[in-house]
């Protein structure tokens, strides 16, 4: 096992997605995962049944311990839910992580429809945690809706990516999943240049949670030192598998098969 992760960000019963597919990612990549969770969700394939935040304090009591004693060499932010909580991370990163890369999935929306943020803390977001972002990964409406700009195709893509890059994020994935079209491009965006990873649409309602284990397994390469593109490249083909290999379970958008890269099991 190489590089410790740790991630702050939101629980999901449903297994699919959250800091469950953040730990399953991360263990899928042969790192280590450590986590502060923000909230519990009472989730399954079909929705979020209920949200039950935890108290900003006790986020930073989780993230200063880990710190403290563990360590980390990538720190991963999914779901933040309100401007408090990120407004209290943000300080504590400020203070305890100084130098640790940092990966930030800017959860919006769940698949279902349901909020996982709340509107005002958007502006937060941007604000805060932007500036700390050593990569960002939105999909193509939490882009739009963090920069304003309208994200149809490559070169809207390209023009959210600056934005935030000129916000202070030192590189951006911007994701092209939800835009239509049988190929998918995700767009990154670093000091290096620009980079287009191209791929085909999968067939498949069994997406719950891509966009969690993608930024995970991310900051696990980035934890093990990988260069930012090779993260990147590594993480994308493992998500494809793992959408390729998904078990269907549930009535809804179903999990993904988090160890589609581990041995078979036979020993
Ligand atoms: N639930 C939690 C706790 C999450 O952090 C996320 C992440 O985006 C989701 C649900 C959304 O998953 P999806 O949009 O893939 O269904």
Known sequence: MIGRVLVIAGSDSGGGAGIQADIKAITAMNAFAATAI?????????????????????????????????GADCIKLGMLATPAVIDAVADILASDAAGIPVVLDPVMVAKGGARLLEPAAQQTVM?????????????????????????HGLDGQRAAAAALRAAGAGAVLIKGGHLPGDQISDLLLSADGETVFEGPRLATRHTHGTGCTLASAIA??????????????????????????APGFGAGHGPLDHAVWLSSGAS
């Not at 909230?39 to 006790?58: D, I, K, R, W, Y």
């Not at 945690?129 to 999909?139: F, K, Q, S």
């Open 220 to 245: 696990a390469g980035i934890a093990q030192g990988l260069p930012l593109h090779r993260a990147v490249s590594r993480a994308r083909d493992y998500v494809r598998d793992a959408i390729a290999a």
């Open 38 to 70: 923000t909230a519990l969700t009472a989730q399954n394939t079909v929705g979020v049944h209920g949200v039950f935040s935890v108290p900003p304090e006790f986020v930073v009591q989780q993230i200063r311990v880990v710190l403290s004693d563990i």
């Open 127 to 151: 604000a805060r945690l932007i500036p700390l972002a050593t990569l960002v990964t939105p999909n193509a409406p939490e882009a739009e809706a963090l920069t304003g700009a309208t994200v």
